[in-house]
């Protein structure tokens, strides 16, 4: 479980980006912060895989501090999505994926019949595996984007705003894809969204931020008062 304790996030400019923050957030589920722009979604996410440091309080995962751990190891067991993907333009599809079992110190051959396999596991023909990021639409890149945070087999995944920039209908196949990889893979995955239906599909459990970075609500969608 990663625990959130009493975490405030003060910017060096005086910002408070999250205020006080405390959640737990279960293993095996999905787990979705929502609010509007600017209530501290993305630091929020950065600090659990410690892209930010927390100004007050502190993480913990399975009972320990997120900050005893070297960040190395701390970030192999968190893969991260973002939106629009962040793919390497000059490599292939089945490079851009190859690329973490190839870091991980898997020989080449292994590491392509990986990333291969997770093509297929995120619905990606794997016809594709030649093409480059801009030859493939927004919603197979978003595919590339996830198969390669899957590539170091994480625990957790950490996404944020994974499906925004790509239209309705490819979003909702990218949403039920999600779904149905938590469950056949098990995994624990914190997810940022602005879209408060979005997060009622998705969520396990929905924390609702409020402009401040402070928690309003934290409940499973049927649950979640309307405001
Ligand atoms: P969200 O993801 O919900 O849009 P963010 O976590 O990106 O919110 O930002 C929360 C607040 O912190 C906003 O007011 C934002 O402008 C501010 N902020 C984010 N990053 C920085 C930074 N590096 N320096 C100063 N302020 C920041
Ligand atoms: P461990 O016992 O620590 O899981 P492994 O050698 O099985 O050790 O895996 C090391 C890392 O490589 C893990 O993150 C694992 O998910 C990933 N991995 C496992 N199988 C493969 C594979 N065939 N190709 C690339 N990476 C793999």
């Known amino acids: 479980m990663i625990r959130i304790d ?3 996030k003060r910017y060096p400019d005086g910002t ?4 006080r923050l405390s959640l737990d957030i279960p293993d095996r589920a999905i787990t979705v912060l929502v609010g509007p722009s600017g209530c501290g979604k993305t630091t929020t996410l950065r600090m659990i895989n410690r892209m930010v440091e927390p100004s007050e309080g502190g993480i913990l995962l399975d009972g320990k501090d997120i900050r005893q751990q070297p960040v190395n190891t701390l970030r192999r067991s968190m893969g991260y999505v973002i939106q629009n993907a962040g793919l390497f333009q000059h490599r292939t599809i089945l490079d851009n994926i190859a690329t973490v079992p190839r870091l991980l110190g898997r020989p080449k051959q292994q590491a392509r019949a990986r990333a291969a396999e997770l093509m297929e596991r995120v619905g990606l023909d794997t016809a594709l595996a030649k093409r ?3 030859q ?3 919603g197979q890149q978003q595919r590339v984007g996830v ?3 899957l590539a170091a087999d994480p625990p957790v995944l950490l996404m944020d705003e994974p499906f925004s920039a790509v239209d309705p209908v490819v979003r909702k196949g990218l949403q039920d894809e999600l779904l149905r990889i938590q469950s056949e893979l098990g995994k624990t995955i914190v997810f940022v969204t602005h879209d408060i239906d979005e997060a009622i599909k998705l969520g396990t459990m929905v924390a609702v931020l409020r402009t401040g970075g402070r928690l309003a609500q934290f409940a499973p969608p049927a649950e979640l008062l309307s405001a």
């Open 6 to 8: 009493s975490v405030t």
């Open 16 to 19: 408070v980006a999250v205020d």
């Open 132 to 134: 480059y990021p801009y």
């Open 136 to 138: 493939l639409s927004g």
């Open 147 to 149: 198969a390669r945070a």
